[in-house]
């Protein structure tokens, strides 16, 4: 009797201690590709007549870090926090604004990095496969640098701060290493949920900075990681 209730008093002790071998905390790097929208830079009226002429940045490869921690034991709901670097990248267009100017945006670049807090859930496909979808609130940092000499003459830039909503998902390749720490690496595709539409031209409302920067912002994403949970 008296080893019967050790034996279950072991038991009862070691489960906890169970429950907290399993991994719930991941870190992530990742590699980001970010395509950026076609949307309208500049205005020209010209003859009674409004010209509209779209630019849009070329694509960026930046690098990010993601933190993850699982709120309940199995993982399959967390909560986490990303940053992704800020990269720059010039305008790409050149050539007529209008029947009788032209223009090249190619001097001109922006520049473009994000933060936020996530929550995504993963779904067990096997035991070394997991497909996952969450949610980013990203908050998006635009910096646009103009030349010297195009408004002032040394030149200047100008930030915007853009806070969005991102759906994403992953699919993930745990390789594992024990039951401790698994090195893990996968793809993820992410989408903005919302965009900002510039206002178009009119006698009494020009172009505002602020809507043609959060304009270019960047539709999709699409990112390589490795990481480690533990």
Same mark, same amino acid.
């Given at each position: 009797?008296?080893?019967?209730?050790?034996?279950?008093?072991?038991?009862?002790?070691?489960?906890?201690?169970?429950?907290?071998?399993?991994?719930?905390?991941?870190?992530?790097?990742?590699?980001?590709?970010?395509?950026?929208?076609?949307? $309208?830079?500049?205005? +020209? !009226? &010209?003859? =009674?007549?409004?010209? *509209? @002429?779209?630019?849009?940045?070329?694509?960026?490869?930046?690098?990010?870090?993601?933190?993850?921690?699982?709120?309940?034991?199995?993982?399959?709901?967390?909560?986490?926090?990303?940053?992704?670097?800020?990269?720059?990248?010039?305008?790409?267009?050149?050539?007529?604004?209008?029947?009788?100017?032209?223009?090249?945006?190619?001097?001109?670049?922006?520049?473009?990095?994000?933060?936020?807090?996530?929550?995504?859930?993963?779904?067990?496909?096997?035991?070394?496969?997991?497909?996952?979808?969450?949610?980013?609130?990203?908050?998006?940092?635009?910096?646009?640098?103009? $030349?010297?000499?195009? +408004? !002032? &003459?040394? =030149?200047?830039?100008? *930030? @915007?701060?853009?806070?969005?909503?991102?759906?994403?998902?992953?699919?993930?390749?745990?390789?594992?290493?024990?039951?401790?720490?698994?090195?893990?690496?996968?793809?993820?595709?992410?989408?903005?949920?919302?965009?900002?539409?510039?206002?178009?031209?009119?006698?009494?409302?020009?172009?505002?900075?602020?809507?043609?920067?959060?304009?270019?912002?960047?539709?999709?994403?699409?990112?390589?990681?490795?990481?480690?949970?533990?």
């Amino acid at each position: 009797m008296r080893l019967a209730t050790l034996a279950t008093l072991a038991t009862l002790c070691s489960a906890p201690l169970v429950a907290e071998e399993a991994p719930r905390a991941k870190v992530q790097l990742f590699g980001e590709r970010t395509t950026f929208h076609k949307s $309208p830079v500049l205005f +020209v !009226v &010209e003859g =009674g007549q409004t010209y *509209t @002429t779209e630019d849009q940045p070329k694509d960026q490869t930046s690098w990010g870090l993601r933190l993850s921690l699982g709120i309940d034991d199995a993982a399959t709901w967390n909560v986490e926090l990303a940053v992704r670097a800020k990269k720059k990248s010039p305008l790409t267009y050149s050539g007529p604004v209008s029947p009788t100017l032209t223009a090249d945006f190619t001097q001109q670049g922006l520049e473009y990095g994000w933060w936020g807090p996530g929550l995504s859930y993963a779904l067990k496909l096997g035991p070394a496969v997991s497909l996952s979808a969450g949610l980013d609130l990203r908050i998006e940092r635009f910096t646009a640098f103009m $030349p010297a000499g195009v +408004v !002032v &003459e040394e =030149g200047y830039s100008e *930030t @915007t701060i853009y806070d969005r909503p991102w759906a994403r998902a992953a699919l993930t390749f745990t390789i594992p290493v024990s039951a401790r720490v698994k090195p893990q690496i996968g793809v993820e595709g992410s989408v903005a949920l919302t965009r900002k539409k510039v206002k178009t031209y009119s006698d009494t409302q020009y172009v505002d900075a602020e809507d043609m920067r959060r304009g270019l912002a960047p539709r999709t994403a699409f990112s390589f990681f490795a990481g480690i949970t533990f």
